[in-house]
């Protein structure tokens, strides 16, 4: 089939896509694409003077594609990348097609993709990287990945079949041994933390999902614990221990729910980074994002300045005004995550007022029991004002039952926002909790009412 065919059929396809208001054409293109012309990708991929960067891991890819986009466009590329989180193969395709003219020709030096932690190995074959970040693996989605163990070995499988350089967080005991996937030792660089202030959110009680030696399966042993099973580890039986970063984050200034002040060493030399996410995980996106840049050869002030400008990519930590309140947007999808988010904002606040938005959707992940294995009991105030909307709000609603926490479920989306917004007083502040295809919707609602960032752009 002829590349021109392909591109003409898939472009007019992603066109009535978007007059049909089906969505935004970043999947159905690739799709089409796939059945037409399945070499498509690699060959417009070729195309890119600069290469091809992938991010992967759990949680944090929009967010760390956004940063390395930022990065890599203050440093003179022209990006492409998929940022509206369409990161199945059809929606890397479907970017890849988006850019190119009929001719095959991309608009761009430089391809950047998230890309779904079970689809690596189904693209890095065909658009052969030459970078790779990995971020981090957390139990998400259980009926579709399975356990952390067969994530890891499919993002391995994806990372044989290149000669990446690998940016990999040290932190993650799952997530460092995957250097054993590289094509030579040289190639892997690693990220991490050395320490966190003690009052820093995400130091406390997360359940740990991952804290087996990836080798011998022996418990390790922690010598400190940021978040989840990120840490400083060490195997008592073999010779598994966490690897020494090049990039590593030395000294917290200030963390705090505005965002955190921190110092990072690269290779010895020291940079200060003003960053204006909050949270510890958003901490180890900007230093993935580092790590990254610091291996492509862009000079640490380009990076600095450019994290210190920093906005959330949509539904993250995404802050807006509506009838004189502030609101927090803040995308969950698994127990650490959701740990994390409570950790941050809600937890550290007197009488905060919180919608968790449930959905079991094919995006969201169809099974929800991962809500049980969320300390909700430690992680929200008794005065708290706690409302549950959502496909599977009532779940929300029985499981903070058990923890001990009154919520009042609202069927509609709407709804739920109104009456939560209607209950914070003016000039105060509340805080969305939704999974991601709450989140599109309520983001929908919202954008009718309020600024908001473009999803489909």
Request: charged share 20%; net charge negative.
């Amino acid at each position: 089939m002829s590349g021109w065919f392909t591109l003409a059929v898939t472009k007019a396809a992603a066109h009535l896509s978007r007059l049909l208001g089906k969505g935004g054409g970043h999947a159905l293109p690739g799709l089409i694409a796939e059945r037409l012309d399945p070499g498509l990708a690699g060959r417009l991929a070729a195309g890119l003077p600069h290469g091809v960067i992938m991010v992967t891991g759990t949680n944090g890819k929009t967010t760390t594609t956004k940063l390395i986009a930022a990065i890599l466009e203050a440093n003179g590329e022209r990006v492409l990348s998929n940022s509206t989180g369409s990161n199945l193969k059809r929606g890397v395709t479907s970017a890849l097609i988006s850019a190119a003219d009929l001719r095959g020709h991309v608009d761009a030096t430089i391809g950047l993709f998230e890309v779904d932690e079970a689809s690596l190995r189904r693209v890095t074959g065909e658009l052969k990287p030459d970078h790779i970040v990995v971020l981090n693996l957390f139990r998400d989605q259980l009926d579709r990945y399975g356990e952390l163990d067969t994530t890891a070995a499919l993002i391995g499988e994806g990372i044989a079949a290149t000669t990446a350089q690998l940016y990999l967080n040290a932190d993650d005991p799952l997530v460092a041994s995957l250097s054993r996937y590289a094509a030579s030792a040289d190639l892997v660089h690693y990220f991490g933390v050395d320490q966190l202030p003690a009052d820093a959110p995400g130091v406390p009680q997360t359940a740990s999902d991952s804290d087996r030696c990836p080798v011998c399966r022996t418990r390790l042993e922690f010598s400190r614990t940021f978040y989840g099973h990120i840490g400083h580890y060490h195997c008592p039986t073999c010779d598994v221990t966490r690897p020494t970063p090049d990039v590593e984050v030395v000294e917290v200034a200030s963390a705090d729910s505005t965002g955190s002040r921190f110092t990072v060493a690269i290779d010895g030399a020291r940079s200060d980074v003003v960053f204006p996410l909050a949270g510890t995980y958003n901490m180890y996106n900007a230093l993935a994002a580092m790590s990254l840049a610091h291996g492509c050869g862009i000079a640490p002030a380009v990076v600095t300045e450019t994290l210190a400008s920093t906005v959330a990519a949509f539904g993250r930590v995404e802050e807006l005004t509506l009838d004189g309140r502030t609101l927090f947007l803040l995308l969950v999808k698994n127990p650490v995550g959701l740990t994390q988010v409570l950790e941050t904002f809600v937890s550290r606040e007197t009488a905060p007022h919180v919608l968790f938005a449930v959905s079991d959707l094919d995006a969201d992940g169809r099974d929800v029991s991962w809500l049980w294995d969320v300390p909700m009991e430690a992680l929200i105030p008794a005065d708290a004002t706690v409302l549950t909307t959502g496909i599977r709000g009532a779940d929300m609603t029985l499981r903070l039952h058990y923890a001990g926490v009154a919520a009042d479920e609202v069927e509609d989306f709407t709804a739920a926002v109104e009456r939560l917004v209607s209950e914070i007083p003016v000039g105060g502040t509340g805080y969305i909790l939704p999974t991601y295809t709450a989140m599109l919707a309520i983001r929908k609602m919202l954008s009718q009412r309020t600024a908001m960032q473009e999803v489909w752009k």
